[in-house]
């Protein structure tokens, strides 16, 4: 079982940056592949970035947004730079056992959220 907490989530100005954390409590970490996804009010939950060995992002968050984890520490990170309203959403840690996916259903483990609220 994997337990997932994430953390770093606020309120920000446009242009503005945060740094969302999630701490995993597993003993293998380095095994699975982590990712971020978002849902936002009335809409469906969304892939923003993923990580194993390599990286995978959203088209509306590349050059903005870096995903990046310390095995040693069991922490996944998203650096959010240049955050605009739409980002607005409450922010998802997932886990997978198997893949490097950009779909919900391919993630076995799931944070509670944080949300991340940009004004304009």
């Known amino acids: 079982q994997v337990q997932l907490v994430e953390s770093g989530g606020g309120l920000v100005q446009s242009g503005g940056s945060l740094t969302l954390s999630c701490t995993a409590s597993v003993r293998t970490f380095s095994n699975y592949a982590m990712a971020w996804f978002r849902q936002a009010p009335g809409k469906g939950r969304e892939f923003v970035a993923a990580?194993?060995?390599?990286?995978n992002y959203t088209e509306s968050v590349k050059g903005r947004f870096t995903i990046s984890r310390d095995n040693n520490r069991n922490t996944l990170y998203l650096q959010m730079n240049s955050l605009k309203p739409e980002d607005t959403a409450v922010y998802y840690c997932a886990a997978s056992r198997l893949r490097l996916g950009d779909q919900s259903y391919e993630y076995d483990y799931w944070g509670p959220g944080t949300q991340v609220t940009v004004s304009s």
């Open positions: 990580i194993n060995w390599r990286t």
